[in-house]
């Protein structure tokens, strides 16, 4: 508790910096009261703001999309295999790269996948063109969607796995006696008792849908350029620690914060309408 208060709730009194021209030199709360002011970047459609909006939202549709249910269905295949000890060893191969740093992450890629990478220097060797990949902008997004299934889509299994357990195997039985084949078992049982935490976790998901993965992207910025890889929590550092925007920087990571919160309880009431206990109950 004490570590949720010192690092979550307090560092909220920060956000009075949006209303302010603030200096960081002068005392907490000495800097001028603007009020609006820091908001009109985002009311006035600023270029690079909504640039920044748009591949936010790219990313978190494509995330939904492909990263959400790539545990889910890792784990319904690693729950298929009969031999607890090739389950065991398979899911400590899957675990490890969550524990890699993104530095570590990006430098295999680049090793593999860059310029001077594996693949071109193999094409290279064989009198062939390299393929442009880590420097490609079209590519950007597939790019970070692929770095972060490959991160952690094994770690995510560990939740998955766990709910799988606890169902209940004489309803496999009787889906079996009943003539359900593996198909129709895994949609009349499998998914209908892990429903509830997938529920859960996707609304946990929306309510932090807005943070993409800064450090994953800050490492690659420079290759792409910010016109693909600009997104809010890099326009926050950008503009506020680099360019010395701190008010209109502070601004748009409030709003953020503010959309997280409305993205989570819309979710919420949704799971209420579908009989789903959600995050909490009304």
Sequence with gaps: MALVLGFHYL??????IAFQDYVPFLPFGSSPWVGLEN???ILNGDPAFLRALRNTLVL???Q?????PAPIALALLLNSLLSERIKRVVQSILYLPHFLS????????QQIVGGSGLINNTLRAN???PISLMGNSDLFVTLLTTQVIWKDTGWATILFLAALSQIDSSLYEAASVDGASRIRQLWHVTLPGIRGLIILLLILRLGDSLTVG????ILQQHSVGLAASEVLDTYVYNNGIVGGQWGVSAAVGLVKGVVGVILVLGANKVAHIFGEAGVYKS
């Design 11 to 16: 560092p909220l009194i920060g956000n009075v």
């Design 127 to 129: 009198g062939l063109d």
């Design 39 to 41: 908001f009109e970047v």
């Design 64 to 68: 939904v999309v492909f990263v959400f």
């Design 60 to 62: 978190t549709l494509v």
């Design 102 to 109: 993104w530095v570590i992450v990006v430098a295999v890629f």
């Design 214 to 217: 800064f450090e994953q992207i």
